[in-house]
């Protein structure tokens, strides 16, 4: 029998659930992680299932996720900033200073047709938006 399966809250998972979890996300398959829960797998997928065990995963992966972004994004300046000296280095093989040239042309028209498209989509939302009222 599952331990601990009737809770209902986020914030009562129990420290096993919460290793458990903690486990998945750091790449562990089911197997290892529940080892590393101390529960067994049948558990482990009992637990997976439960309404405030799946909210609690979903949320801790989105924190994982959103961690990893704001660490992209600390790093888009001094990416973009590599590829302008690479692409302005005359010593540097043309092929190379070429390719960084087109990686920031392409990420600048990649950025314009989101801009473009994003704003499209709010004027289709509030066209609808209006429809519905």
């Keep these: 029998m599952p331990e601990n399966t009737s809770y209902t809250d986020v914030s009562e998972l129990s420290p096993k659930q919460s290793k458990l979890i903690a486990a998945l996300l750091a790449g562990h398959p ?10 067994n797998e ?21 924190a994982v996720f959103d961690e990893a972004i704001n660490l992209l994004i600390t790093d888009i300046g001094e990416a973009r900033a590599t590829l302008r000296d690479i692409m302005k280095d005359t010593e ?4 190379t200073r070429t ?4 990686i920031l042309l392409e990420q600048a028209i990649a950025l314009r047709e989101t801009s473009e498209l994003k704003e499209r989509v709010t004027l289709l939302e509030a ?3 209006e429809k519905h009222l």
């Design 30 to 39: 089911i197997i290892a992680a529940a080892q590393i829960a101390g529960c």
């Design 42 to 62: 049948k558990t482990a997928h009992l637990w997976l299932k439960l309404p405030h065990v799946q909210q609690a995963y979903k949320e801790a992966q989105s």
């Design 92 to 95: 540097a093989p043309a092929a």
């Design 99 to 102: 390719r960084a040239a087109q």
């Design 127 to 129: 066209k609808l938006q």
